[in-house]
């Protein structure tokens, strides 16, 4: 795919966004986006770029009925050359490609996905300030298109990739962030879709959020849920914990059991605290264990991390009529060090990870 796959009106550019005066997650949309449809009978369509619009479907969709929708969340930064680079988009795409098997959906080829990213990447880059604290985050998704409600999967689907600017997901909170374990209901089960991207995991868990908020925290912790007893996972992020102090010091997350989304983030900070020196695990940790962790100062630090979270402090933790502070409440050492390591590897200030790094050539901002 090319520039000249982009349709504007005819004598004219695309029309471009006016300039943002803020960056809530999720809100400041860019002017294109690419597409993609597949069929049983002709497989992939080439994928286009084209200006973002509203889109037209049959009121019968099989994605808007029941739920054959999948997602992934990868965001380019601005590199020290000044052009965009997009942080580890084949990992990204491999989990795009096992989030559709798990639902029967086709999968996208990693090279339509990657192409899909550069094509959206220069044609928007120009929105992004010079401004190391913002990023464009793209969101690729793919449902099932096929007007039909016969219980089987569809035999047409679409791909989209969307995106738009931000500061992070917490970037209008205070930092560290509060949190509520939710004692009564689950985000997945063994055997569910817990350990994928699909839209039907996102809803269920906003009656909890709204909880939360009602206590005054930013986030909800998810336990398991055969015992509702281990900590799984934050929101919609991993969650990491620092145990132990000096020399002695781990960083541990809980393990993958089927239920925990393998986050290319939660990949990418084990691999940062490694080169920082410190030993790291997967280790189940309960909430109780938590409280006790923290009251005899064996556990010193949490942090949840992902795409949008980026790594951010957790500083309070409400279970029930209990509340605690992990350490002081603020940020921990091993926090900002694993937070700062990240930035670095982003925005391509760390060499021998520049294998993370997918530069898109045409991307500099001129002015």
């Known amino acids: 795919m090319t520039e000249s796959a982009v349709e504007p009106e005819a004598g004219h550019a695309p029309p471009q966004p006016a300039a943002p005066t803020r960056f809530a997650f999720g809100e400041t949309f860019t002017g294109h986006m690419v597409t993609a449809a597949w069929t049983v009978d002709g497989g992939w369509e080439p994928d286009t770029l084209r200006p973002r619009a509203p889109l037209a479907m049959d009121p019968a969709m099989v994605g808007l009925h029941y739920g054959q929708v999948v997602f992934e969340g990868l965001k380019a930064h601005r590199q020290a050359d000044g052009t965009l680079g997009v942080f580890r988009p084949e990992d990204h795409a491999r989990r795009f490609q096992r989030s559709a098997r798990r639902l029967a959906m086709p999968e996208l080829p990693v090279g339509t996905f990657l192409r899909a990213a550069d094509d959206l990447v220069r044609a928007d880059a120009g929105l992004l300030p010079d401004d190391p604290a913002l990023s464009l985050y793209l969101r690729p998704v793919l449902y099932a298109s096929e007007p039909v409600l016969a219980l089987r999967p569809a035999r047409e689907y679409r791909f989209l990739m969307i995106a738009f600017l931000t500061g992070g997901f917490f970037a209008d909170r205070p930092d560290p962030v509060s949190v509520w374990v939710a004692r009564d209901q689950s985000r997945a089960a063994p055997g569910g879709t817990g350990d994928i991207k699909c839209a039907g995991n996102y809803a269920p868990g906003y009656p909890a959020q709204q909880r939360a908020a009602l206590a005054g925290c930013h986030q909800v912790i998810w336990l398991d849920a055969a015992e509702r007893h281990w900590v799984e996972e934050m929101g919609g992020m991993n969650v990491f914990f620092v145990r132990g102090t000096g020399a002695r010091r781990r960083l541990v997350t809980p393990p993958r059991t089927g239920t925990i989304l393998p986050g290319i983030t939660r990949d990418s900070v084990f691999a940062l605290g490694r080169r920082l020196g410190l030993d790291t695990a997967e280790e189940r940790l309960s909430a109780d264990e938590w409280r006790r962790a923290c009251r005899s100062g064996d556990l010193t630090e949490a942090f949840a991390c992902g795409t949008?979270?980026?790594?951010?402090?957790?500083?309070?933790?409400?279970?029930?009529?209990?509340?605690?502070?992990?350490?002081?409440?603020?940020?921990?050492?091993?926090t900002l060090a694993v937070r700062e390591a990240l930035a670095a590897a982003q925005q391509g200030r760390t060499p021998h990870l520049a294998?993370?790094?997918?530069?898109v050539p045409g991307t500099a901002r001129t002015h």
């Open 355 to 359: 294998h993370w790094i997918r530069r």
């Open 308 to 334: 949008g979270a980026g790594v951010t402090p957790i500083g309070t933790v409400h279970d029930g009529d209990d509340r605690w502070d992990v350490a002081d409440g603020g940020p921990g050492r091993v």
